[in-house]
């Protein structure tokens, strides 16, 4: 099979196949697909390291080992979109008044805030945590992907206060940027500085209509419903064509899609980021996901259901039927209200007895996928802030150090080493999801280490081991129209269903994923008493 029919599979020609079957019902979409990226050149460097099990390379300059994947996990999942479904059971066995489908921050957060009520949450994985997973390393933990948040106002900052977590403040200014073939910060005397200094004042005009809830921003603001009609590159005028490249490569990472592909509106919120503090967890946010499950674990040590994926929701009137199979047994249960917390193009598949607009909405989102690549290093090489922002001809878009939050408490030792998570996010519809989807992690990771060893020669001789990761459907693209077709969803669901995933809400981030999780739950709870 060449590259060409491997790109079509993994992004989905069935849901074409569905979109047109609902165009034939006068439902049309937002947005057509954007053309495939050019094919991607893959001239790996020597190889730097071996896989798990094997040899070391011939021309490895170093030795250290891969890991084996992290992240998604796609074998269960295309058996939906190949329509392979086993035969469902028909009876329900277990009955409750809410299930919640995913087990990522939203639909912990759900969970959570349901932890007293009759629930049942359902996980794909053997662990809950979705983006927010990890490991650790010396004593340093570390995430497979979402790091850190913005926010500490909003709901996501209350839940944080709730749970008695405390984060790490830091401060704007911290990150480095790579301009010219060295790390620079973004201190007004530098070249990037004078250009992020513009950009700041130019996203501040913007930055009173922006709260924690940018979904009720866009509703209330008819200036922001006209950015949302429009691309980001649109509100960028007279930049350096290099700090063009490096916002580019910033909005990559943070949405998954360039600021020629993002809504103005999505890439202004963003890039009003840039005049905020950051929080971190040590570890990452996959803290804030292990409290959660704590919390819900001690109310109610059997509401959580992991190494379950879900086959079927079924939507009535008076409630929901959901199908999910746990190793070789499938089992049905009822509830009153369904809280579907997984990526809204999934979701589509999976929905059943729901209004083909909103199914047709529901196939308007694309994702883009992410390659994180956590590197164990012996001893610290990278001196470089907690982020660290990249533009090609780099493949990756940033680099963030996950000892610095303990650096910042006084818990760093220097017997622990150092963890690099490199982030290379690929938009929707390239073929970043095919060499993801074939799984080469020795030329993944040569390639991103023979790019990194150019800036950090040390990073060859301390490094011990890379942890990949790999996300199919990791964000969801903001593209003109995203939040018009978000608003649309509330109308659109049947009483006994909610989205609490972040797509919901706007942003993906961990503040779009507690506030949706918070809604959906008001919105479940007063409708079952309803």
């Not at 730097?48 to 891969?66: E, M, R």
């Not at 004593?139 to 926010?151: A, E, H, L, T």
């Not at 023979?450 to 903001?478: M, N």
Request: charged share 25%; proline share 5%; aromatic share 8%.
């Amino acid at each position: 099979m060449d590259d060409e029919a491997l790109i079509d599979i993994m992004n989905c020609p069935d849901d074409d196949s569905c979109q047109a079957h609902l165009e034939k019902k006068s439902m049309t979409r937002t947005h057509s697909r954007r053309e495939f990226l050019k094919t991607v050149a893959l001239s790996f460097g020597a190889s730097l390291c071996w896989q798990t099990g094997s040899s070391p390379a011939a021309q490895s300059g170093t030795s250290c080992k891969i890991g084996s994947w992290r992240g998604d996990d796609f074998t269960v999942g295309h058996r939906i979109r190949d329509g392979k479904i086993p035969r469902l059971p028909s009876k329900a066995s277990k009955k409750v008044d809410f299930v919640i489908v995913g087990g990522g921050i939203a639909g912990l957060s759900a969970a959570h805030y349901l932890k007293d009520e009759s629930l049942l949450l359902l996980e794909q994985y053997d662990s809950t945590g979705g983006h927010a997973t990890g490991d650790s390393f010396r004593g340093i933990d570390y995430s497979f992907g979402s790091q850190y948040f913005s926010d500490m106002d909003g709901d996501l900052g209350e839940l944080v206060h709730e749970l008695g977590l405390k984060p790490v403040k830091m401060e704007t200014g911290d990150s480095k940027w790579y301009w010219e073939g060295s790390m620079t910060g973004s201190q007004p005397g530098t070249a990037p500085g004078k250009e992020l200094a513009r950009l700041r004042e130019e996203v501040k005009r913007y930055s009173g209509m922006f709260s924690s809830n940018i979904l009720d921003d866009y509703r209330k603001h008819p200036e922001l419903k006209k950015l949302d009609g429009s691309t980001l590159d649109s509100a960028l005028t007279s930049y350096d064509p290099k700090f063009l490249a490096l916002l580019n490569s910033y909005c990559k990472s943070s949405l998954c899609g360039g600021i020629k592909q993002v809504s103005a509106l999505a890439g202004l919120s963003l890039l009003d980021d840039l005049n905020l503090p950051t929080y971190e967890f040590e570890g990452g946010n996959p803290a804030l996901a292990r409290a959660l499950a704590a919390s819900i674990r001690k109310a109610q040590p059997d509401s959580v259901v992991t190494g379950a994926f879900v086959w079927s929701i079924e939507v009535t009137d008076g409630g929901a039927s959901v199908v999910f199979g746990s190793g070789k047994k499938l089992t049905r249960v009822e509830c009153k209200h369904v809280i579907v917390a997984i990526p809204h193009m999934i979701s589509s598949r999976i929905l059943h007895g729901v209004d083909d607009r909103l199914k047709a909405s529901l196939f308007g989102f694309r994702y883009g996928s992410y390659l994180v690549a956590n590197l164990l290093l012996r001893k610290r090489v990278f001196d470089g802030p907690f982020d660290s922002w990249f533009a090609p001809p780099l493949d990756f878009a940033d680099i963030t150090v996950a000892e610095t939050p303990y650096m910042m408490t006084g818990n760093y030792r220097e017997e622990m080493g150092s963890v690099l998570t490199v982030y290379q996010p690929y938009e929707a519809a390239s073929p970043g999801r095919v060499l993801l989807f074939k799984g080469d992690r020795e030329a993944l990771s040569s390639k991103m280490i023979d790019q990194l060893s150019k800036i950090v020669p040390e990073v060859t001789g301390a490094l011990e081991e890379i942890v990949p990761a790999r996300w199919g459907h990791a964000l969801a693209v903001p593209r003109p129209g995203y939040f018009d077709l978000v608003d649309r969803l509330p109308a659109l669901s049947p009483d006994s269903l909610s989205f609490a995933h972040s797509s919901a809400l706007g942003l993906p981030c961990a503040e779009a994923a507690v506030s949706a999780a918070k809604q959906a739950v008001a919105r479940a709870r007063k409708k079952v008493i309803s």
